[in-house]
């Protein structure tokens, strides 16, 4: 079993910067695959960023140049690092990770809030 919790939501004005960190703990074989998923009031969750293997990066569209995912494989962490963040970057932000066994994890999400 894994469990993964996440920090560093909050309110932040636009153009501001916010630090998410994802803490996965229990029983942790291998994180192939952590991710940064939101999702906004009446939308469906969408992905913003994934680290695989901490070696491939993948980012949404309409996050690439602002925000930066890494990950301390030491530590089982990963961040997201969001700049230059918009009103529409609001949302409910949640991090998923899933085993190289294929078994998949949620964490209970940290709310942004980016408005002035």
């Known amino acids: 079993q894994v469990q993964l919790v996440e920090s560093g939501g909050g309110l932040v004005q636009p153009g501001g910067s916010l630090r998410l960190t994802c803490a996965a703990s229990?029983?942790?074989?291998?994180?192939?695959?952590m991710g940064w998923y939101r999702q906004a009031p009446g939308k469906q969750r969408e992905l913003v960023a994934s680290?695989?293997?901490?070696?491939?990066?993948n980012y949404a569209d309409s996050v690439k140049g602002r925000f930066t995912i890494s990950r301390d494989n030491a530590k089982n962490m990963v961040y997201l690092q969001m700049n230059s963040l918009k009103p529409e970057d609001t949302a409910v932000y949640y991090c998923?990770?899933?085993?190289?066994?294929?078994?998949?994890?949620w964490g209970q999400g940290t709310q942004v809030t980016v408005s002035s």
């Open positions: 680290s695989t293997n901490g070696i491939i990066t």
């Open positions: 998923r990770a899933i085993t190289e066994s294929g078994s998949i994890y």
């Open positions: 229990g029983s942790i074989s291998s994180l192939g695959f």
